[in-house]
């Protein structure tokens, strides 16, 4: 029997916009697994004040940890359909952007080779909620970076959606959506 290759969904969007809550969700809903945003252990473990050479290790340890998680999935789960992924390196990339105003080759040439087969975008219509590592608490710079993806998603090929609503809905939405491709 062959094996069927495994659909990669990211979850993008701007912080606090429910990305890890809807990995998690859709992880359990479809059962098989997630990848974390890696930034967030990152920057636990070095601490919030980084410079632009740290985007670079921080894409490095997301994809390291996407590789990863990916092999252990298909040797658990041969007949996983799924795996969704909490943040790739179009998020580096505006986060590079925005902040340092340029970005890592490294980052551009990962955007230009790996492959996915969904993107969900979450929208900005949930609160945001405070945590120690989160930096754009106004919601000038949410709806700006929401553009900002909603325009770079609107520039490439692979099929993508907005996810609004509350957190319930977002879910419900997004369940419709990612078993529309498997």
Known sequence: ????????????????????????????HFH?????????????????????????????????Q???????????????????????????????EYVFGKCSPFILEAIATRQYDMYLLCNVDVPWVKDNL?????????VELFAIYKDILMHQSTPWQIISGNYAERTEQAIRVVTSIL
């Open 134 to 142: 989160r930096e754009y608490p106004d919601e000038g710079p949410r």
């Open 66 to 96: 996407e590789d990863s998680i990916t092999q252990q999935l298909a040797q658990e789960q041969p007949t996983a359909q799924c795996l969704f992924i909490d943040t790739d390196m179009y998020v580096m990339k505006v986060w590079s």
């Open 1 to 28: 029997m062959e094996q069927k290759s495994i659909k990669k969904i990211v979850i993008i969007g701007p912080e606090s916009t429910g990305k890890s809550t809807l990995c998690n969700h859709l992880a359990n």
């Open 32 to 64: 098989t697994r997630w990848v974390p945003e890696y930034a967030r252990s990152y920057l636990e473990m070095h601490g919030k004040n980084y410079v632009y050479d740290d985007l670079e290790l921080i894409a490095k340890g997301q994809l390291a």
